[in-house]
């Protein structure tokens, strides 16, 4: 079979892999069907795991409608992706943007140069949609949690981890079903080299972060300079799947904040005013663009990313702008509610005693990150489990974890939100506590002044300062053809200003606590002074 282009422009692999594939999922109240090559993807064990990857961790022990998992969220990010670029076609700005550049003018016209970049083996609705499905798939069990906050893997945004996820999915939809349906040898090897290209390109977006940042890509088939010549495609795609506000951002607002019986509506009016903004090489970018040209031999002079405009009919669109400052707030709330609750804070710290009761009895890291990424949130919990009871803690050393998955949860004996009351020595002390040794150390200190308490008995736990905040990046159009970042919006002009409010309020989440196992007044009370005479005195 001839691998000719069809009629949309595309091969005909491209266009079977855009087809809506027969109807295998159920979205209640919606009209939507996932294309053919999404279906292919979300019917891989990489992809499934995050179905047992909750997307607030150990929260649903005391919020336990809270139970939301990573694939229906990654889902419905795929879906708002679709939605938006569909609405990009249609919207306010389908003919005129207004940032000023006209070379490539208009929604409608700038999402056809980025599909005409892709040429006739990829698609960007599909590229859009793939990297929107498997995001979040790299993550470990209860990834935010150890990473943000316990300090014991990278945070989420590792390139490396994510292209290496993306080749095991790429290696499992070899043997698809749905591939083994297409009858025609030929056709079938096209269909699958077409959505490897795809998930290839996925990894791709990824790797754009890092170049523009002024890291090394990380790409693991392209070379930096492949990946530079459709920067203006991942910037696109990238920013528009998971920026600080994207589709990510919304589907997350909309899903957690229902798991926590606080439902809250999008309002579907900020479709009219989503954007695919020119934006000129800046900071890093031009030295990277240097020479760079796109696959049609143009010089690659700009990028394309994501925004939403406050400009329309010679007026200021307010709405817009409330729109995007309102998703802040929702994220803010929903982390604060939910992520920061004191059941869930406790729950983590008692996380962070078990692993390192193990830990302390291993000679090296005993949870290697490929085994992680093989595992759900309550595997990891079971082979936490099993392996405390294995590594023969000290006599005056309880287990943990069967404590916390009965939700026996600790007491906090000590805690303490206010930064400044914090001394000098304290300050030093608690500068690396996001590091697990240190909390050792700081434990050890705390404990000398607690005779006959063993180590095992309690948990420090310090909550880093600004932990999952994101600055308010997300670009706005403005007056006289200006496209803006929000923050920088608002500290230049006033306007907005509560979107810099929102980001400072997370600073004030910080707090510092003491957990104990005991349960008398009088135990809490010494644990409690010995605290106070540690950090504060």
């Given at each position: 079979m001839n691998h000719q282009p069809a009629r949309d422009g595309k091969t005909r692999a491209v266009s079977r892999l855009l087809r809506p594939a027969e109807s295998a999922f159920v979205f209640?109240?919606?009209?939507?069907?996932?294309?053919?090559?999404?279906?292919?993807?979300?019917?891989?064990?990489?992809?499934?795991?995050?179905?047992?990857?909750?997307?607030?961790?150990?929260?649903?022990?005391?919020?336990?409608?809270?139970?939301n998992s990573r694939l229906p969220h990654c889902m419905g990010t795929a879906y708002w992706t679709a939605r938006f670029i569909d609405a990009m076609r249609v919207n306010d700005y389908a003919e005129h943007?207004?940032?000023?550049?006209?070379?490539?003018?208009?929604?409608?016209?700038?999402?056809?140069?980025?599909?005409?970049?892709?040429?006739?083996?990829?698609?960007?609705?599909l590229l859009a949609r793939l990297y929107a499905l498997v995001h979040d798939s790299d993550l470990l069990p209860f990834g935010h949690?150890?990473?943000?906050?316990?300090?014991?893997?990278?945070?989420?945004?590792?390139?490396?981890?994510?292209?290496?996820?993306?080749?095991?999915?790429?290696?499992?939809?070899?043997?698809?079903?749905?591939?083994?349906?297409?009858?025609?040898e030929a056709e079938r090897a096209q269909t699958l080299a077409a959505l490897h290209r795809h998930l290839d390109a996925a990894e791709a977006v990824a790797t754009s972060v890092n170049l523009l940042s002024g890291k090394p890509g990380g790409h693991s088939t392209q070379s930096d300079a492949e990946v530079a010549r459709l920067l203006p495609?991942?910037?696109?795609?990238?920013?528009?799947?998971?920026?600080?506000?994207s589709t990510d951002l919304l589907d997350f607002s909309l899903r957690d904040t229902l798991g926590a019986s606080t439902p809250w509506q999008f309002d579907a009016e900020l479709l009219r005013s989503v954007c695919v903004f020119a934006t000129p090489p800046a900071g890093r970018e031009p030295a990277l663009l240097a020479g760079v040209a796109d696959p049609t031999g143009r010089p690659v002079d700009m990028l394309f990313r994501f925004g939403v405009?406050?400009?329309?009919?010679?007026?200021?669109?307010?709405?817009?702008?409330?729109?995007?400052?309102?998703?802040?707030?929702?994220?803010?709330?929903?982390?604060e509610r939910i992520v920061y609750s004191p059941g869930k804070c406790a729950a983590?710290?008692?996380?962070?005693?078990?692993?390192?009761?193990?830990?302390?009895?291993?000679?090296g890291e005993p949870f290697p990150e490929p085994e992680l990424l093989a595992l759900g949130d309550d595997q990891?919990?079971?082979?936490?489990?099993?392996d405390e009871l294995k590594v023969n803690l000290p006599p005056d050393c309880r287990p943990v974890m069967g404590e916390l998955k009965a939700r026996r949860l600790w007491r906090e004996a000590y805690r303490l939100e206010d930064r400044s009351r914090l001394s000098e020595p304290a300050v030093e002390l608690l500068r690396p506590a996001k590091e697990p040794s240190q909390r050792d150390l700081i434990e050890e200190r705390l404990l000398k002044e607690l005779p006959g308490v063993p180590p095992s008995e309690i948990v420090v736990s310090c909550l880093p300062l600004n932990m999952q905040m994101k600055d308010p990046d997300v670009l706005i159009g403005w007056a006289d053809g200006a496209v803006l970042p929000l923050g920088e919006l608002a500290a230049t002009t006033?306007?907005?200003?509560e979107a810099l409010g929102i980001t400072k309020r997370y600073s004030s989440l910080w707090s510092l606590s003491v957990y104990t196992r005991a349960v008398t007044s009088a135990q809490l009370e010494a644990v409690r002074k010995a605290a106070t005479a540690l950090f504060e005195n």
């Open positions: 209640p109240g919606l009209r939507h069907q996932f294309t053919l090559g999404e279906r292919i993807v979300l019917e891989t064990g990489a992809v499934q795991r995050m179905a047992r990857l909750r997307q607030t961790g150990l929260a649903y022990l005391t919020i336990p409608t809270n139970e943007v207004g940032d000023g550049y006209h070379d490539i003018d208009g929604n409608r016209e700038r999402l056809a140069h980025l599909e005409a970049l892709l040429g006739p083996d990829l698609s960007l609705d949690t150890l990473s943000y906050q316990l300090g014991f893997y990278p945070p989420p945004g590792n390139i490396a981890r994510f292209a290496k996820y993306v080749r095991v999915i790429a290696e499992q939809v070899t043997d698809s079903p749905l591939l083994a349906a297409i009858e025609d495609v991942y910037t696109f795609v990238e920013t528009l799947v998971t920026a600080t506000v405009s406050a400009v329309g009919d010679g007026r200021v669109n307010h709405r817009a702008v409330t729109y995007v400052v309102d998703l802040l707030r929702v994220r803010y709330e929903v982390l983590d710290a008692m996380l962070d005693r078990g692993i390192r009761n193990i830990n302390s009895h291993h000679a990891f919990l079971d082979y936490l489990e099993a006033g306007y907005a200003e």
